[in-house]
């Protein structure tokens, strides 16, 4: 199965999904952003209003995270569909949680109104992610690599030795 996406904004790499909470009717067409950085994914601010989430549904996650935009607290929305158009028709991965920046007790969504909807790992790590910006290429798959172009031994890890 193949999940194509593309390149975007800054060349940035884009997946379409469909996003849906599963005690909803509502479905959303929503870009994600592929973050191999992330390790979950996330739903952005006007994906949470377009929902119609009430913010008191949200679930305060455990610590804070640090990134571009500096140090955040996130939330849980939970019960979260994610459906993707592939060559074999449309596939659904099912997420309990999935994290937002938009929150109750904070208001860091009044202050964060540009955060995107990014695909962390929890979801990239189910598949092979292939990104080949000279041809436009972006795909997603559970499909194994082999062949003449992929290697038989992978290289070791670099190890970042503390100083």
Do not use: C
């Not at 006007?46 to 009430?54: D, P, R, W």
């Amino acid at each position: 199965m193949r999940i194509r996406g593309y390149f975007g904004e800054h060349g940035a790499p884009w997946v379409p999904v469909k996003l849906r909470r599963q005690e909803s009717d509502r479905v959303l067409d929503v870009q994600f952003l592929i973050d191999t950085g992330a390790y979950r994914s996330m739903v952005g601010t006007a994906e949470i209003y377009a929902l119609g989430v009430s913010i008191h549904e949200l679930r305060k996650s455990v610590g804070t995270a640090v990134g571009f935009g500096g140090r955040t607290q996130f939330y849980h929305l939970q019960n979260v569909e994610l459906t993707f158009d592939t060559d074999q028709g449309p596939h659904t991965e099912v997420l309990s949680k999935m994290l937002t920046t938009f929150g109750p007790s904070t208001g860091q969504h009044r202050k964060r109104p540009h955060v995107r909807s990014v695909l962390g790992r929890d979801i990239l790590d189910r598949y092979a992610l292939i990104l080949d910006k000279r041809v436009g290429v972006v795909i997603l798959t559970d499909e194994a690599l082999t062949g003449e172009n992929v290697p038989n031994e992978l290289p070791q890890p670099l190890v970042r030795e503390e100083v």
